[in-house]
């Protein structure tokens, strides 16, 4: 990575972070003739969306914390030429259950057929799967209309309301809690479960939140793309950040790694980012300061009081297999089960349970989780000879563990949690996970799991939550701005996740920062 000149220099804007939205950010300036800096902390670009091998002596590159796609827009990756692509999954999700004292399961994906077949199977008539037609129907033609404004100047609320034209739809989405639209819709346990858990991403909240914090992530989490589907990065996450890193260092921007910013000096006019290396502290002039890093962390760098804490509420763990497991129901091939979304323990009495439960200071009796598995759809993370003897990666993604619950020993919780996370898995195993879990060159079993504090002390999460803050809704609130980047400093922009309709892997505040800086109404 190169680094600033040793003269000083003024540059156009320097990004402080590189993360996927600075980068986004850094490509479009760059690429529009402006003189660009990116201060990175670490000794590589990339954030929370890289991929590493985490297991040593095994080559195998996961997408280590964020793992799908569906939030980054395709004009962003044709507007900056990126070599990059995504594969869909054939099968959506896969939920295995237990009933009438035999394992059964949900499948959704792998034809219109099929899936009709698995709701009737599961809950004996028609009903459930015409009501899951009619409900993503609903959010299918929401995502149409909402996700193209993602790239566009903030709409206020009444615009995005006549942008959405179905007040049924604005209502159950936007105005009431979206438990209510799905006991609505939904009758069965299991299928309420699985509707609701795009409302709990990485988000600590009851169906019935009168906040609609759970409105919010489940309206980023079936609008992606103005579908709502959630694809796989082909070679995984870091081949994005690779490639946005290429196409702003192509452009002209110059990366810094090693460098981490301490404070922002701005007046409206002119700026001053003050850096820490190795080798001691400089300065960096620019005309826009551009912040890939959390509301907190842009605080403390211009010396402002801090927003309320954000808190994650997630576990992730990374695996490698020699095999995939077998399932305790017939019906079930691994290869589909696990190539879309494996959901564990999330009916929707669990759901609410396991919320009670973490709300009350103690780690859910059963652990409500997701996992998928990234080689099924995209076998080239795996070395061939890995993928040739039939391994497997898998990511798990836990809800319902609020940063609270590993305040008092984050290694011990951490552990407890992934043994009776992984439990509750291998109940709809014919097979003990570990049977099958890979070692490393070491003997190790490869896995790998990180709690909301150890996302925090590595990426500065905060309260290692992977949105920044509360997600929020993607139109104009008081103080939002024309495109929602927009801080108590007129040059100074906010570009990562904790933007108004940031979150997710979608380089939408870094394209937005960038275009208020271009449009000159980022100062």
Known sequence: MKTPP????????VVVGGGHNGLVAAAYLARA???VLVLERLDHTGGAAVSTRPFAGVDARLSRYSYLVSLLPRKIVRDLGLDFRVRARTVSSYTPVERGGRPTGLLVGGGERRTRESFARLTGSEREYTAWQRFYAMTGQVAQRVFPTLTEPLPTREELRCRVDDEAAWRALFEEPVGVAIEEHFADDLVRGVALTDAL??????????????????LYHVIGGGTGAWDVPVGGMGALTDALADAARGAGAVLATGHEAVRIDADGRTAEVTYRTADGEGVAAARHVLVNASPRELAALTGQAPPPPA?????????????????????ADPREA???????AEGYGQLAAAYARAAAG????????????????????????????????????GLHTPARLFARDNDAVREELLKSTLAQLDAHLAEP???????????????EARSPLDLE??????????FHRELSWPHAQDGTGHWGVETGQSNVLLCGAGAVRGGGVSGVPGHNAAMAVLDGTGA
């Open 201 to 218: 991403i990485g988000t600590f909240a009851d169906a019935h939140d009168p906040s609609l914090i759970q409105n919010r992530c489940f």
């Open 311 to 331: 808190e994650g509420a997630q576990l992730k763990v990374n695996m490698l297999l020699n095999r995939l497991p077998r399932l305790r129901d017939p019906d």
């Open 362 to 397: 103690e780690l859910p009796d059963a652990p409500p989780s997701e996992i998928y598995c990234h080689s099924l759809t995209d076998p080239t993370i795996l070395a061939p000879d890995l993928a040739a003897r039939g391994m497997h990666t898998l990511t798990l993604f």
């Open 6 to 13: 040793s003269t000083p220099r003024t540059f156009d804007a």
């Open 457 to 466: 002390r590595d990426l500065r999460l905060p309260g290692g939550n992977i």
């Open 33 to 35: 003739g402006r003189s």
């Open 433 to 447: 996970l570990a049977d099958c879990l890979a070692t490393d060159a070491d003997g190790r079993p490869c896995i």
């Open 338 to 344: 696990f190539a879309g979304t494996f959901h564990i």
